[in-house]
């Protein structure tokens, strides 16, 4: 078989995603591998990667490029290193080695994670007809960054959902580790479980709305609100500034950064 798919690799804080994206379209997130981070990545990724070769019919060799986007330095060459092994290929880490064409305008650019880079430039080339973009991340912070044009303006980092979950239920005596997810509308709960979910979900769904609502005041008055990460469709059936959900936001937006760059794999 010909060399023509793309490994996407997305090294968060908290879990390392990985996707092939194969020659006729983009990536499917439906099968993403995810290992945790904070272990050994590298080793982990390696039997996940074999498996998903395996379902997409292709051997790790028939990889003919990777595209990494990460916000953990010490995980990088590892996990480079099990790619090479892997596929014989050199991963190609943003902005380093796949530059996004996209102007950066914070005060500190190189304090911006690739993560929320990449993002923004996903967001933009699939809603290019919106002047203006929030871009919102429920991952292990909570972060909302503007988009202007082609140029990322800033954002804000808040409190991720599941790590305050965490800090509040180790924390304390006869809390229950919570489900995060609600079986109907916003209403009194009168169990610790639908108290505490109800608290988290709709609750960032209304600090999301006021947040985002003081953000479009700064962009001038309008802007398409995109939200990704493992909570957006809980927090965006809850609430009204969310307008489209994008699970794929970051492999998308590493798929489009290499055609771009490459024409092909």
């Known amino acids: ?20 994206a194969g020659p006729d379209g983009p ?28 379902r997409a019919g292709i051997a790790p060799q028939d990889i003919s490029a990777c595209a990494v986007s990460s916000v953990v330095p010490r995980a990088d060459g590892p996990l480079a290193e099990a790619v090479m092994r892997l596929t014989g290929v050199r991963p190609r880490f943003v902005p380093d080695d796949l530059p996004l064409g996209f102007s950066n305008m914070a005060s500190i650019p190189d304090n911006v994670g690739a993560d929320r880079m990449v993002g923004c430039y996903a967001a933009r080339r699939l809603y290019p007809e919106a002047a203006n973009l929030v871009v919102i991340d429920y991952g292990t912070a909570t972060t909302m960054d503007c988009v202007c044009g082609d140029e990322y303006l800033g954002g804000l980092t808040c409190p991720g959902i599941e790590s305050s979950a965490r800090a509040l239920t180790t924390g304390t005596a006869k809390l229950p580790d919570l489900t995060l997810t609600l079986d109907g509308p916003f209403r009194l ?38 939200a990704t990460g493992g909570l957006a469709t809980s927090v965006a059936d809850q609430c009204e500034a969310i307008d489209h959900v994008r699970p794929d936001l970051i492999p998308t937006g590493l798929h489009i950064a290499f055609l771009e760059r490459n024409g092909r794999f």
Do not use: W, Y
Not at 30 to 49: K, N, Q, R, W
Not at 200 to 219: C, N, P, Q, Y
């Open 1 to 20: 078989m010909s060399k023509t798919h793309l490994l996407l690799i997305d090294i968060g804080n908290t879990n390392v995603k990985a996707v092939i």
């Open 189 to 226: 709960g009168f169990s610790t479980m639908l108290s505490l979910n109800q608290g988290f979900i709709v609750g960032f769904a209304a600090m999301t709305e006021g947040l985002v609502r003081r953000l479009k005041d700064l962009l001038g008055g309008e802007a398409l609100v995109v």
């Open 27 to 54: 990536p499917s997130v439906e099968d993403t591998i995810i290992v945790p981070t904070f272990a050994d990545p590298a080793a982990a990724l390696e039997p996940g990667l074999l498996a998903a070769c395996q």
